[in-house]
């Protein structure tokens, strides 16, 4: 029996002239531009992934590429309750969105849309101004009164809390995509699921 090579069976997606499996979690999330790369590489539509890129490089609060993903470390896995940890949960969002969406054959404008309010869902957790060191409960309203990225990945980013959403009158009467966003934020922040980056 002959040794097999299952690295020729890995299905890679390149980003910066390399492939994801060469890179680790604390490469892609402590540098900024390689997180960047990284989170919009899932996105198609070119128009889309520049407006995120701008919202992440112009717009989004400094705190959201070194703050943890729980202030008060009761939720999320255990390396995401320290730095980087917030950019560590949103791109577990963006991978498992990117995933809900192949299970449900979700494509085109629909599918990036997706993806974009998974990258853009948390920007805001700990508040509009530096120095909050705890979660606010209605960060999913703030990025609307900062950005201006269409409707639809505004009303996704309101109602990816789900039924603990303070939007629930929105939650209420959520479609289908809207629930793959909050389903994928719920998985990423399960302490029991280890969701592995790249």
């Known amino acids: ?21 060469n890179r680790t ?29 701008h919202v ?10 070194i703050n943890p993903s729980s202030s008060s470390g009761k939720y999320h896995p255990f390396d995401e309750r320290g730095k980087f940890g917030l950019v560590l949960h949103t791109c577990r969002v963006v991978k498992i969105t990117n995933d809900l969406c192949t299970a449900a054959q979700i494509e085109g404008i629909a599918r990036d ?7 853009l869902h948390d920007t805001w957790k700990y508040g509009q101004f530096p120095g909050n060191y705890h979660t606010v409960k209605d960060h999913s309203n703030i990025p609307q009164q900062h950005i201006n990225i269409p409707d ?15 939007n629930p009158e929105e939650w209420q009467v959520a479609d289908d995509h809207q629930k793959i966003l909050h389903y994928a934020d719920y998985l990423a922040s399960r302490a029991y699921i280890h969701i592995k980056i790249p």
């Open 56 to 65: 992440l490089v112009d717009k989004v609060p400094s705190y959201f590429w």
């Open 1 to 21: 029996m002959s040794d097999i090579d299952l690295n020729k069976y890995k299905r890679k997606r390149t980003f910066n002239g390399s492939t994801r499996d």
């Open 25 to 53: 979690r604390c490469e892609i999330v402590s540098d900024k531009n390689t997180a960047i790369e990284y989170m919009t590489s899932f996105i198609n539509d070119e128009s889309t992934k520049d407006t995120v890129k």
């Open 152 to 166: 639809r990945i505004i009303q996704l980013i309101r109602t990816h809390d789900g039924q603990w959403s303070v």
């Open 113 to 119: 849309n997706l993806i974009a309010a998974a990258i």
